[in-house]
């Protein structure tokens, strides 16, 4: 609590926090029934979010129930109401919604009274003038949740966001929220597309006209378009550009909750510890000359949803998003960016993941775990290439354990990549003796690299045990390639890891006899008088590795730093696409070796 406490003062003392993190007036919200319904129980709820301005006479008035069946459907609120909690709402109590047909919608949805939304960068469509709608017929309606955006729902259904407008009549710069719509069938997008292709063909006889100035200055100075990522991006090799060394001035905005009553222990400790981590690069970025950018430190809990944090405009000219730290929270800011072509890092949750399909703008830092396999079995792929001695790949698994999905990944790695191996499953229940047995699947005269495909730490236990007692007795040469995990289990003895040379594939590891390392420790100890946490390493890598991607490429940087290996402090950086259009993931791991003299070898 003293750290929060601490890198709270920094943040309210520092001058890089903006004037979109400053406590705002009260304005009462209006509540809006809810779209989202959960059958608990065999009750029907609506799932009501409160919003910042509610208040529970509010919400009873809107849904036509008491204060007191509000009460008892929800036990949480003897602690109070607050913004951001979900209320469940008896269905019955709610006033029905009418039924809605594409000639009631044709001048767009009812108005969500004045709660934002982004406005899309799209021009005011004639209701069905691209297509003509048949009035009688009723397209699916579909309730558009809080978080989403016109394009989100389009992915969704396999439509275009523009088909979605005509059809529903929709002003895209009216700023209301959109609650419910109708999803063009396929018979209206076939329409649509050859009404827009007549459209492309007559506009190809008219002269282009240059934009009025002021639009075109007022779309340059809103955000240049020059994030879009190349094709060569996408080639599996590192993009040939030259270092621009850009010193223009860059604002990185730095999105996290920082209201500690709202938070749990966990959740304020690691929110805190990231920022501070990130105000020691800051320092240092400044003192290596980064003289011209600005970090712009936002939070999150000043506003009622992440949904509100963008329709408030807080993060308008930002050349960088970190952050918000969840996947519910940041969905609707990586939506928004990516319309607005704004690169945003995913800095912590690995369920952001999803997030990537679609959105070339998304980039998440923390490696997934679940590649490592993947990671060890191309070490052992480099190691047979590279090697001077002849090798000899051998798996070990537990019996029974033939179509476990680590396994099945392990064999199919190694089919896939033409590597030859030989298998030995045994039950490690059954006694001792069982060395003998797994010698027969090594090479008494190779290099015998083996690779376990298990998190039991029983079975690894047992199976390192044995392999140190052959290695020992009978002389063989052994590698051992494991999981990360391994280095966490505390049964396991450490003299297994440096007898077998056991390489691990780490998604953080610190390397404490680094010099870096070391000025990092010393310089938190001093600003912040506590020991850095593994999050507030996460927070200066992110912040030292984007900020100098941008000062070496300039504008380009989202394209360059593809396939562009780096070490930082706690991670290693290596992004690749998720998929063609889509975002990229953090493949890169730190690889650790334990040798003899119980020395361990970063590699």
């Not at 269905?91 to 934002?116: I, L, W």
């Not at 390493?537 to 992110?542: E, F, N, V």
Request: aromatic share 10%; hydrophobic share 40%; glycine share 6%.
């Amino acid at each position: 609590m003293r750290l929060l406490l601490t890198a709270m003062t920094f943040l309210l003392l520092t001058a890089a926090a903006g004037p979109d993190a400053a406590a705002q007036e009260f304005v009462a919200t209006p509540v809006e029934i809810s779209a989202d319904k959960v059958n608990v129980r065999g009750t029907i709820y609506y799932l009501h979010k409160v919003l910042k301005g509610h208040t529970l006479y509010s919400i009873s008035k809107a849904y036509g129930i008491s204060i007191d069946d509000i009460r008892k459907a929800n036990p949480d609120l003897s602690d109070g109401l607050k913004a951001g909690m979900l209320l469940y709402i008896p269905e019955q109590a709610a006033p029905a919604a009418p039924a809605v047909s594409a000639q009631d919608t044709a001048a767009g949805p009812a108005p969500a009274g004045p709660e934002k939304v982004q406005k899309p960068d799209r021009q005011k469509p004639a209701a069905g003038k691209k297509a003509g709608k048949d009035a009688s017929k009723r397209y699916r309606k579909y309730n558009v949740k809080w978080y989403e955006t016109l394009d989100d729902v389009a992915v969704k259904f396999n439509v275009t966001t523009e088909a979605i407008i005509a059809l529903n009549g929709i002003d895209p710069g009216s700023g209301k929220r959109i609650k419910s719509i109708l999803i063009p069938d396929k018979e209206y997008m076939r329409s649509f597309r050859a009404a827009d292709s007549t459209a492309e063909e007559e506009e190809q006889d008219t002269p282009v006209q240059e934009p009025e100035p002021e639009a075109e200055a007022e779309r340059t100075e809103d955000r240049e378009e020059r994030n879009v990522l190349p094709v060569t991006a996408m080639t599996g090799r590192v993009l040939d550009m030259e270092p621009v060394d850009d010193d223009s001035p860059r604002t990185i905005t730095l999105v996290l909750p920082f209201n500690a009553s709202r938070l749990t222990d966990d959740l304020n400790a690691y929110t805190a510890d990231f920022y501070a981590g990130t105000m020691i690069a800051l320092a240092d970025l400044k003192e290596r000359g980064f003289s011209n950018f600005h970090l712009n430190v936002v939070d999150l809990n000043r506003y009622g949803s992440a949904w509100e944090l963008v329709s408030s405009n807080a993060l308008r000219g930002s050349d960088l998003i970190i952050g918000p730290i969840s996947e519910r929270d940041i969905q609707p800011v990586a939506s928004w960016a990516r319309r607005e072509k704004i690169p945003v890092v995913s800095p912590l949750d690995l369920k952001t993941a999803s997030l990537t399909q679609g959105n070339p703008m998304f980039f998440l830092f923390p490696p997934q775990s679940d590649l490592a396999l993947s990671h060890q079995i191309d070490k052992i792929e480099k190691n047979e290439a590279l090697s001077d001695t002849t090798g000899s790949v051998t798996v070990i698994y537990e019996q029974g354990h033939d179509r476990s999905e680590l396994v099945s990944r392990t064999l199919n790695g190694l089919n896939n990549k033409g590597i030859r191996y030989r298998t030995f499953k045994y039950d490690f229940l059954s006694g001792r003796g069982i060395d003998s047995l797994m010698s027969l699947s090594l090479d008494s005269a190779l290099v015998n690299r083996v690779i376990i495909p298990s998190m039991s730490e029983a079975f690894i236990t047992d199976a390192l045990r044995n392999l140190s007692l052959i290695e020992s007795s009978r002389g063989y040469s052994i590698e051992v390639y494991g999981m990360s995990q391994w280095k966490s289990f505390e049964t396991i003895e450490l003299d297994y890891f440096h007898a077998l040379d056991l390489r691990l594939a780490m998604s953080y590891n610190i390397d404490y006899t680094d010099s870096t390392t070391t000025e990092f420790i010393q310089k938190y100890r001093a600003a912040f008088n506590a020991e850095p946490t593994s999050f507030a390493y996460q927070g200066y890598d992110i912040l030292t590795f984007f900020a100098e991607a941008m000062r070496t490429w300039g504008d380009r940087f989202p394209e360059a730093i593809i396939y562009r290996k780096k070490s930082m402090l706690q991670s290693d950086v290596l992004f690749l696409p998720a998929g063609p259009g889509s975002g990229y993931i953090n493949c890169a791991f730190k690889d650790i070796r334990f040798t003899d003299g119980w020395r361990i070898i970063h590699e």
